[in-house]
Structure formats: structure tokens, C-alpha cells
Nanobody, 127 residues
Framework: QLVESGGGLVQPGGSLRLSCVVS????????IAWFRQAPWKEREAVSC????????YYEDSVKGRFTIQRDNAKNTVYLHMNSLKRETAAVYYC??????????????????????WGQGTQVAVSS
């Protein structure tokens, strides 16, 4: 089970920290990712850990502003979001590759490779 929290309304330029508590699966082995979906747009990967390949992926528009972090002791993955823009607004989902599909050489950004999903948390950016 994956449970996200931390979404909300923030002004442009503001910050949020999203949390994803994972139960039943380890963060030490499976790829884990944050995706987002804005109205009328396709779901896209924001950031992910390819654990087996030792890679971290960031979508181009969030590089330098967002940071993904794992806390294995708490079985929690965070997405630190800074300098938020209006176009950042979306429902953010946490997902884990619990069927071990993501290849160690991939960038872990393909949503169909993830089989366990949270319910999502809404992020709104407005002044």
C-alpha cells in the first residue's frame, strides 16, 4: 500500500514536500517514482529511483527545483518541490515497481512498469 500526503495550495515560487508512506514492500529493491497528471494531460514521471541500477531520474522541467528522497527507516519517499510554478499543478502519485519490471539500465520513468499506486495528492499553485 502506498499513501501520499502533503499536497495543497501554494503560491507561485513556494515550496511543498510530498510524502509517500509504503507498507508491505521494501524501498531497498524496487524502483519507486513520483508521477503527476494535470487536467487534460497525460500522466508523466516527475522523478524516480531506479534502485537496482543506482539511478535517479528527474523530468527536465523540475531539474534543480525538485528533489526525491528515500527514508528507508520510515519506509517513506519524499518529493521536495521548490520554486513551484502554475504549470506544476497536478495530482501527484507515488508508484512502486513491485512486480520488478523496471530494468536496471532504464530511467524508470515509464508508468506502465509500475504496479502499485497510491491514491494521489493534489497540488495547486495560485496567487
Amino acid at each position: 500500500q502506498l499513501v501520499e500526503s502533503g499536497g495543497g495550495l501554494v503560491q507561485p515560487g513556494g515550496s511543498l514536500r510530498l510524502s509517500c508512506v509504503v507498507s508491505g514492500f521494501s524501498l531497498d529493491y524496487y524502483a519507486i517514482a513520483w508521477f503527476r497528471q494535470a487536467p487534460w494531460k497525460e500522466r508523466e514521471a516527475v522523478s524516480c529511483f531506479n534502485v537496482s541500477g543506482g539511478r535517479i531520474y528527474y523530468e527536465d522541467s523540475v531539474k534543480g527545483r525538485f528533489t526525491i528522497q528515500r527514508d528507508n527507516a520510515k519506509n517513506t519517499v519524499y518529493l521536495h518541490m521548490n520554486s513551484l510554478k502554475r504549470e506544476t499543478a497536478a495530482v501527484y502519485y507515488c508508484a512502486e515497481d513491485t512486480d520488478d519490471i523496471v530494468d536496471r539500465s532504464s530511467n524508470c520513468a515509464l508508468d506502465y512498469e509500475y504496479t502499485s499506486w497510491g491514491q494521489g495528492t493534489q497540488v495547486a499553485v495560485s496567487s
